[in-house]
Antibody
């Protein structure tokens, strides 16, 4: 059974940093692209970033480019999102999502975690 | 303002057929497959439809998808109360080099 468990969310002040993690199980992690998707309170889904299976290629939404960095450790089945220079508009539930694409990211997110809430507020 | 455009709401009575549209451009829907997600209240999104009209295992055949040019649609036939949810379309965008979502459609079963 595929499982994705996010952690690391919490309350942070504007301008601060936070690191999210996603631990994966139930599939061969190194074979699939992985993604982060967020959802602000009462709003729709917003794609944040994607990572190819090898870790060679990363893709970011313009809204987070230069502030967020995605990484993965295929030996530990872990995906991370380092978030710096956080703003109030980054407040959201952050979901880790497995891509059904084996190498490069697609928009086919076949499994999702339960999400972790990030609140940016003073 | 989402790159893909969906109606904010849709509704139907039990047993009816409802359709949700998703409009994009040549750089996303026009050149890439469309995928759909269902988000029940208070839960994480669920993979509902991929490659325009393919259903993942476990999704009832009441759900169907189609694409034409730069638009796509999701149809739900035999509407049931448990179908009440938010529905999102998504596609890769070649110009933005990333994934774009629609703003979501809240489906109400009357």
């Amino acid at each position: 059974e595929v499982q994705l468990v996010e952690s690391g969310g919490g309350l942070v002040q504007p301008g601060g940093s936070l690191r999210l993690s996603c631990t994966a199980s139930g599939f061969t992690f190194s074979n699939y692209a992985m993604n982060w998707v967020r959802q602000a309170p009462g709003k729709g889904l917003e794609w944040v970033s994607s990572f190819s299976s090898s870790g060679t290629n990363t893709y970011y939404a313009d809204s987070v480019k230069g502030r967020f960095t995605m990484s993965r450790d295929n030996s530990k089945n872990t995906l991370s999102l380092q978030m710096n220079s956080l703003r109030a508009e980054d407040t959201a539930v952050y979901y880790c999502a497995k891509d059904s694409g084996r190498v490069i990211p697609t928009a086919r997110f076949d499994f999702w975690g339960l999400g972790t809430l990030v609140t940016v507020s003073s | 303002q989402s790159v893909l455009t969906q109606p904010p709401s849709a509704s139907g009575t039990p047993g009816q057929r409802v359709t949700i549209s998703c409009s994009g451009s040549s750089s996303n829907i026009g050149s890439n497959a469309v995928n759909w997600y269902q988000q029940l209240p208070g839960t994480a999104p669920k993979f509902l439809m991929y490659n325009n009209n393919q259903r993942p295992s476990g999704v009832p055949d009441r759900f169907s998808g189609s694409k034409s040019g730069t638009s796509a649609s999701l149809a739900i036939s035999g509407l049931q109360s448990e179908d009440e949810a938010d529905y999102y379309c998504a596609a890769w965008d070649d110009s933005l080099n990333g994934v774009v979502f629609g703003g979501g459609t809240k489906l109400t079963v009357l």
